[in-house]
Structures are given as structure tokens and as C-alpha cells.
């Protein structure tokens, strides 16, 4: 059985559509804060993996008993597996520098990390895809196809 409507004033539709408005934008930038915040964490934790691992010789064997503590220690949370730690590992190691990271690399989602940490192995070639990817909003498919056709290289010879 549907409810019947009120009469609603006549600004009720203009008001409607301006609070849609706002959750969305809130909705966003609640979401792109956490993201940051996930990504300033991932590497925190692959800047500690690596200060051990060159400090006291830490192997991968301590990395998955890590990642099985961390596991138990928090079960409903996704992304605390060894291939994620050795990630998280890896771009600690790709970006040592903390500013960085907070500044660009945390506007990326960590998928889009973990696609530049596979395929480009230079630094400024990496660091200019991300760039791009953040300017235009790249999906993670797009950022793939882009890697794929040379864009950097095309660009440099425009």
C-alpha cells in the first residue's frame, strides 16, 4: 500500500535537490579522507616493515606471521594479508618520503598504487602517471590502458 504524500510547499523540490546535493558531496569527501587516511597507514606500516627488515634482517617468514597476528588482531578489516604487507612494503620503499605520500600518492585509491608499483618501474614515470590519474579521475581499468598504450612515452613526444 503506498503512503499518500503531503502537500509539500512549493520550494520543497529546490530544497530536496540542494540536501541530495550536500550528502553526496559529504558522502564524497568523508570517503576521500578515509582513503587518505588507509593509504598514510599502509605506508606507515611498509615504512616499519622496511626499518626492521633493514635494521634487524627481518625475512618474509616474519612478514606472514605479521600478517596472520594483524589478521586475528582485527578480522573484519580487508587488506592486512602478507601480499598486501609486502605492498605496503614496497611503496614505502617506492616513496620514502612521508610528504609525498600525504600530499599525492594518499588521492589515489590503493589499487591504483599497487597497479604503478607492477608495471612502471621508473620513479618519474610512475610519479607522472599518478599525477595524470589524479588530474583526470582515472578509474584503475583507465590508469591499466593508459600503461599499456605508452601514454607518458606519446606525451613526451608531443
Not at 610512475?126 to 581499468?141: D, H, K, L, V
Not at 600503461?147 to 606519446?154: D, T, V
Request: glycine share 6%.
Amino acid at each position: 500500500m503506498q503512503r499518500k504524500q503531503p502537500d509539500l510547499p512549493g520550494d520543497y523540490a529546490g530544497l530536496l535537490t540542494e540536501l541530495k546535493g550536500r550528502i553526496a558531496t559529504a558522502r564524497l569527501k568523508a570517503a576521500l579522507v578515509v582513503n587518505s587516511e588507509l593509504i598514510l597507514l599502509y605506508w606507515q606500516i611498509g615504512h616499519d616493515i622496511l626499518q626492521r627488515q633493514r635494521v634487524e634482517g627481518w625475512g618474509a617468514k616474519i612478514v606472514d606471521q605479521l600478517a596472520a597476528d594483524l589478521r586475528h588482531a582485527f578480522p573484519e578489516m580487508t587488506g592486512l594479508s602478507a601480499r598486501n604487507l609486502k605492498y605496503m612494503r614496497a611503496f614505502a620503499e617506492a616513496y620514502p618520503k612521508c610528504e609525498f605520500v600525504q600530499q599525492v600518492a594518499a588521492q589515489l585509491p590503493w589499487g591504483h598504487s599497487m597497479v604503478l608499483l607492477d608495471t612502471i618501474k621508473k620513479p618519474d614515470e610512475r610519479e607522472w602517471y599518478m599525477r595524470q590519474a589524479i588530474e583526470n579521475g582515472w578509474s584503475r581499468n583507465v590508469l591499466v590502458h593508459q600503461i599499456e598504450s605508452g601514454l607518458h612515452k606519446r606525451q613526451g613526444k608531443a
